[in-house]
């Protein structure tokens, strides 16, 4: 095979961060769906599950996770086929990055499943025929089956958007929420045409996921963001071709990235966005995951210490409370979500780039977080790392809580 191939659906969330990032390097793909026959005989047993997006390389190893997909590319064998690197040199703007990376990809999964599941009139249509796009092929399948297999499907997805906290009580709140990061992400790309200044970091990557699979695609919310907030669309189209379309920043824009010593109020803004609708969320999963740690010890490290070792979320196995749903305040509310490592492995990228800086640059992150509302995520630690073996999420060993 003499390219990569991206198994992966353009309804997808985590297929739209990786399918972004190739697109902006330049690099040659082809995508397939995940119904196809080659996904399911040679990429399904080496991975052990039906996941997307998976990458498989020009000598058929096998890649899985839109993290580590893209860092085959920035620090492994793919390294010469990008064009820069999209971890920035700066301690600082490396950290932003990461925020933003976690919160693209995690933090947006309420709004991004909100308005996806709960707005049939403008979007079943379209997303009927995009997820038979994800069965596979059968040439006798019916109309009939067709729909059945879409309704059972799209029944188990709206069952799961309960699990990142949307219900009908928190509709009102996703949706006041969802604008007003509209109007701050507006208001930074009146100057900037991406996170951090003239080119696209890993945070803009994070972004990518939800606001294109799901909020630029989706009938209802991408009426919403062209009539409310058309940089950000333009922004979303930026990031998914090769062609920058930098027109609305004048004849010469710098690829430069923005000044750590200055950073712009509209990002400081977004930043404190971050810390009042998310972060209070993280450090709730934080707390959960390290009394149901702290309460078994016996877990072996490699393993997820659960009876299903693909489960990627943590269950009411072992004793856990609340079923693995961890509960916290917002925006006035009492709502409770599925504590996922995988959010906790994340925000270990920001914590183990942030480790290899030194104590002056480690004091300025913290003063950016600090200014930014965000200085919380710098002393979240679960008791164990998180690490990923085998395609998959595992406890490893302790880690210093005080790091």
């Not at 933003?100 to 995690?106: A, P, R």
């Not at 995951?289 to 070792?309: C, F, M, Q, S």
């Not at 749903?325 to 009492?334: D, I, M």
Request: with cysteine; glycine share 10%; charged share 25%.
């Amino acid at each position: 095979m003499p390219f990569y191939t991206l198994y992966g659906a353009p309804a997808s969330l985590y297929t739209g961060k990786v399918r972004s990032y190739l697109r902006r390097q330049g690099i040659d793909f082809v995508e397939v769906a995940p119904g196809s026959e080659r996904y399911l005989t040679h990429v399904v047993p080496q991975v052990g599950r039906w996941i997307i997006p998976c990458l498989e390389t020009p000598d058929g190893t096998i890649i899985q996770d839109g993290a580590d997909i893209i860092d085959h590319f920035e620090k492994g064998p793919g390294q010469a086929l990008r064009t820069w690197s999209v971890y920035p040199e700066s301690p600082a703007l490396l950290a932003i990055s990461h925020l933003f990376e976690l919160f693209g990809g995690e933090g947006l999964l309420r709004p991004a499943m909100h308005y996806r599941w709960n707005f049939d009139e403008q979007n079943l249509d379209f997303l009927a025929a995009e997820f038979a796009l994800l069965i596979p092929p059968k040439p006798d399948r019916t109309d009939e089956e067709t729909k059945a297999t879409f309704l059972h499907n799209s029944g188990r997805m709206r069952n799961a958007a309960v699990a990142f906290g949307v219900t009908p009580e928190t509709a009102p709140a996703i949706e006041d929420s969802f604008v007003e990061w509209l109007d701050l992400f507006s208001a930074h790309l009146a100057d900037h045409p991406y996170l951090l200044g003239g080119h696209p970091t890993i945070g803009d990557f994070g972004l990518i996921a939800a606001m294109w699979a799901h909020l630029y695609r989706d009938p209802a919310p991408a009426m919403l963001i062209k009539q409310r907030a058309p940089r950000v669309g333009r922004w979303v189209e930026r990031m998914t071709t090769r062609e920058p379309y930098l027109h609305e920043y004048g004849d010469d824009v710098s690829a430069e990235l923005i000044d750590d010593g200055a950073i712009p109020e509209t990002l400081l803004a977004m930043m404190r966005y971050v810390g009042e609708e998310y972060l209070g969320e993280l450090a709730a999963h934080v707390e959960v995951a390290n009394r149901w740690l702290g309460e078994h010890p016996e877990i072996e490290p490699g393993t997820n210490g659960l009876d299903d070792p693909a489960a990627r979320g943590l269950t009411k196995e072992r004793g856990l409370a609340g079923g693995g749903l961890a509960q916290f305040e917002w925006r006035g509310q009492q709502i409770e979500t599925s504590v996922m490592p995988y959010r906790f492995w994340l925000m270990q990228r920001l914590h183990d780039d942030l480790g290899q800086a030194s104590a002056a640059e480690q004091q300025r992150v913290g003063d950016v977080f600090q200014a930014g509302g965000a200085a919380v995520i710098l002393g979240l630690r679960t008791l164990r790392r998180v690490e990923r073996a085998g395609h998959l999420e595992v406890w490893g060993p302790e880690q210093d809580l005080s790091a």
